[in-house]
């Protein structure tokens, strides 16, 4: 059964630092590209960043320089190191697949194939 559960979301004071993990089971990641989305209370959702299957990385131009992508396919696992945070990024952080197509590098939520639950991420003092 195919399955992607995001964890490492929490409360965390402005400037600080989380790291979101993504692990995806029943099937093996490494073909695939896997982006990180994100949906604030009254926003619509938005994409933050992306990892292709060859590693190649895309980010949003609000999180460049202090997000960062990566992804260990023997552990079919994909993280999101967030530093510096702000209260504006907090939202429900999503993971999601994408089998075919190029959503994942343009960071559209449409197209993707797989979501995860979401984790959430609660930027405060």
């Known amino acids: 059964q195919l399955q992607l559960v995001e964890s490492g979301g929490g409360l965390v004071q402005p400037g600080g630092s989380l790291r979101l993990s993504c692990e995806v089971s029943?099937?093996?990641?490494?073909?695939?590209?896997v982006g990180w989305f994100r949906q604030a209370p009254g926003k619509e959702r938005e994409g933050v960043s992306c990892?292709?299957?060859?590693?190649?990385?895309i980010y949003a131009d609000s999180v460049k320089g202090r997000f960062t992508i990566s992804r260990d396919n023997a552990k079919n696992t994909v993280y999101l190191q967030m530093n510096t945070l702000e209260p504006e990024d907090t939202a429900v952080y999503y993971c999601?697949?994408?089998?075919?197509?190029?959503?994942?590098?343009?960071?559209?939520?449409?197209?993707?194939?797989?979501w995860g639950k979401g984790t959430l991420v609660t930027v405060s003092s």
């Open positions: 029943g099937f093996a990641l490494d073909y695939y590209s």
């Open positions: 999601a697949v994408e089998m075919y197509g190029s959503s994942c590098v343009f960071l559209r939520h449409n197209g993707m194939d797989y």
């Open positions: 990892i292709s299957s060859s590693g190649s990385t």
